[in-house]
């Protein structure tokens, strides 16, 4: 049975994305202009296409491509990429469940929105393809998980820093 974030969970996850915009702003010393170019938006589980949705990790970024009608090409039509990121309520919340006494939801949700802001930067400056073989991504996973790490610094606390050490280890907090 899904499991969703509930009413005192949702306004955490959308503090977690507006604290994480700032800091990964503050880091790559980027505008936020940057991300009106690398439009995103975020859902939970509950908002999810079936094709969204994935096991296993704490959030899914989908690339979707639109054509827009516009004077700026030869036919008239220009293509912009758009970002959602899927967040996976249920594997969020188990592993908070799973880890109570360290992990905590808020700590966490600032590093899954900072790392997937990352992503959507990366992907959408061409540091690399978002169709990158599998070997690829999981060095990307990698590059972004150390990017994270760096962003978040000035943020640091020790609910957090749980969180960084956990991932630092190569633990993974789902198996938790």
């Known amino acids: 049975m899904a ?17 994480a915009e700032r800091l990964v702003f503050s880091h790559f010393a ?12 975020v859902k939970t589980l509950a908002y999810l296409e079936q094709h969204e949705i994935k096991d296993g990790a704490f959030a899914h970024l ?3 491509s639109y054509e827009k009608q516009s004077g700026l090409t030869e036919n008239g039509k220009s293509v912009f990429d758009f970002y959602r990121i899927c967040l996976q309520d ?3 919340l188990d592993a ?3 880890a109570n006494s360290f992990i905590k939801f808020s700590a ?3 590093y899954i929105a900072a790392h997937e802001l990352i992503h959507v ?3 959408g400056n061409g540091e690399i393809d978002f169709n990158a ?20 610094q000035r943020a640091l606390h020790h609910d957090l820093a749980v969180v960084l050490d956990c991932f630092s280890n190569q633990f993974r907090i789902c198996d938790t």
């Open 108 to 110: 966490l949700m600032l």
């Open 96 to 98: 908070v469940e799973r």
């Open 121 to 123: 930067l990366r992907f």
């Open 133 to 152: 073989s599998d070997d690829q991504k999981a060095e990307e996973e990698k590059i972004v998980h150390n990017l994270t790490k760096i962003a978040l």
């Open 30 to 41: 980027i505008g936020e202009n940057v991300f009106q170019k690398n439009k995103y938006d």
């Open 90 to 92: 249920n594997i969020i």
């Open 3 to 19: 499991r969703y974030f509930n009413a005192d969970q949702l306004p955490l996850a959308r503090k977690a994305f507006s604290d």
């Open 62 to 64: 989908c690339k979707y």
